[in-house]
């Protein structure tokens, strides 16, 4: 008896601990000296060298925790976790995670969304809408699900993991890194040119006729926007951006709102047409059927994004993250509907197919810019401004941990301070560059609304068959591999569908390097 009590290891930490890093900077690991948990204090320090193994905790041991050993298997902790901007803080909980996916899930995508319609008409762009809303919030709700394994203990806190753990490290170098790259660069760059252009049109409003300075440029706005998105990207962790996050979202639900209600009070504007815009070639009807359908896709963008917010929260055998998490992806998504609804339907009701390839605020100004009060107008742009901004953060959070996991691969620590901020000004500025290189918010939401649907709507399904593995021939087995299928060949389509309307109508040469 007293053997074993002297042999009794210290306790240190809840079971949570055991699927989480530790809320500080440095991991919870044990001493290289010492086979047990240390306790969780401000004085221990993360070894350099190593991992050292978890003993296993003496209740799991027992008969009375045998129950407990085959639902969960303990793993090591990854040291990463405690240094990498997406799991350094794991205090995150379901109103965090609603701001976060509310941000991310309302955005300048949903000024483009009109648009869509002037190709697909009334009734294939409603269903088209509806549908895709109804697959995304499904496949919502399996990424959600999927974040923790009960079989190995495991916690996919970043969706990457989870492509490894479903096809395969060298697989997921093909089909994954790339389109959650494309899509994280791709909106960060479409954030700067909306952010540039419309603070370009707020200091107009404000201004007005009575400014005699020389105005600024399109790229000297793009780089204004660009350089304060860099400053507020220093915010070391994806909780630290949550009051970010809830900002973007009340200025994503104001602008939305505005947006609509201003187009609606103001009427349909002269000589409006709804029917759809059709080509003389069968190939150019068909391209731009594909490109307007990949704008639609390019609404629902944000997956990549979910097992990163819900990697934020603690997770225990009795309290798992999944249920907070799809809490606050309930209540977002609830609004997420309530602003892209209205504003696709009350965009193409007002403009039809006039609407200009801006989307719905370059609208605004063009036929209600002076029968529409100053205020109004200063306003919206002000919401889209601080929402741009703030958007920014949560989707350049994944290629921030990227980049800074590289680094503590390599040397084994943390990043230090003046590293993350070269690493994030980096990105910032090369966005710029390519905002400047290709200013077609239409064009680019196309392609990456082609490139990132295999990560909103395909993978999720494919996840589920592989890991869950329902039974074969069944209603969810079929439904899933459906799903999977006509995904990735919709993204193929669309991409296509983008490219070709950019080469076709000359686009890219127009436009290259000259934001207008």
């Avoid at 605004?364 to 205020?375: A, C, E, I, K, M």
């Avoid at 601080?386 to 941990?401: C, E, G, R, V």
Wanted: contains cysteine.
């Amino acid at each position: 008896m007293g053997d074993h009590n002297h042999q009794s290891p210290p306790i240190s930490a809840p079971p949570s601990q055991f699927h989480s890093p530790s809320l500080t900077r440095s991991p919870l690991l044990a001493s290289p000296s010492h086979d047990g948990i240390r306790s969780a204090t401000p004085t221990v320090k993360t070894p350099r060298h190593g991992t050292p193994g978890i003993r296993t905790p003496r209740i799991f041991k027992t008969p009375l925790g045998s129950p407990i050993r085959k639902v969960l298997k303990l793993t090591r902790l990854d040291p990463q976790d405690a240094w990498l901007p997406i799991t350094e803080s794991r205090n995150g909980n379901a109103f965090y995670a609603a701001f976060h996916c509310l941000c991310s899930g309302i955005g300048i995508q949903a000024l483009v969304l009109p648009v869509a319609f002037v190709y697909l008409g009334w009734v294939w762009g409603m269903i088209a809408l509806v549908s895709t809303f109804i697959w995304q919030l499904y496949t919502l709700y399996i990424l959600v699900q999927l974040h923790e394994s009960v079989e190995t203990g495991l916690r996919y806190s970043r969706y990457l993991q989870l492509c490894y753990a479903t096809f395969g490290e060298k697989l997921s170098k093909w089909i994954a890194i790339f389109p959650i790259t494309y899509l994280s660069g791709g909106t960060c760059t479409a954030l700067i040119i909306v952010g540039g252009s419309t603070t370009k049109s707020l200091y107009s409003v404000l201004c007005g006729g009575a400014c005699t300075s020389q105005p600024l440029t399109t790229v000297e706005w793009y780089l204004i926007f660009a350089c304060g998105a860099v400053v507020l990207s220093q915010l070391p962790n994806l909780n630290s951006i949550a009051g970010v996050s809830l900002i973007g979202a009340i200025t994503a639900v104001g602008y939305c709102t505005l947006l609509w209600a201003i187009s609606v009070a103001k009427g349909t504007i002269p000589n409006v047409s709804y029917d759809p815009i059709r080509s003389h070639g069968g190939v150019d009807k068909t391209a731009n059927i594909f490109n307007a359908l990949g704008i639609v896709a390019f609404a629902f963008r944000g997956h990549n994004l979910i097992l990163e917010i819900q990697g934020t929260m603690p997770s225990s055998e009795k309290h798992p993250s999944s249920v907070p998490m799809w809490k606050g992806v309930k209540v977002a998504y609830l609004m997420v509907a309530t602003c892209l609804f209205p504003m696709a339907i009350a965009g193409f009701w007002a403009y039809g197919r006039m609407i200009p390839s801006g989307g719905l605020l370059t609208a605004l100004f063009v036929y209600h810019g002076r029968d529409t009060s100053q205020f109004l107008l200063g306003l919206t742009c002000f919401f889209v401004i601080i929402n741009a901004l703030s958007s920014f953060q949560i989707y350049a959070m994944p290629t921030f941990d990227s980049m800074e996991s590289m680094y503590t691969i390599r040397h084994k620590k943390a990043c230090p301070w003046w590293v993350r901020v070269v690493f994030r000004s980096f990105f910032g500025f090369f966005c710029f560059f390519i905002a400047v290189a290709i200013p077609m918010i239409a064009n680019i939401a196309g392609i990456v609304g082609g490139l990132s649907l295999p990560v909103t709507l395909a993978y999720p399904c494919y996840m589920w068959l592989k890991i869950k593995k329902p039974n074969k021939y069944s209603s969810v087995w079929w439904i899933n591999w459906i799903l999977f299928v006509v995904g990735m060949v919709l993204s193929l389509l669309f991409v296509l569908g983008a490219l070709y309307t950019i080469i076709h109508d000359n686009t890219l040469k127009n436009n290259f390097f000259k934001p207008t």
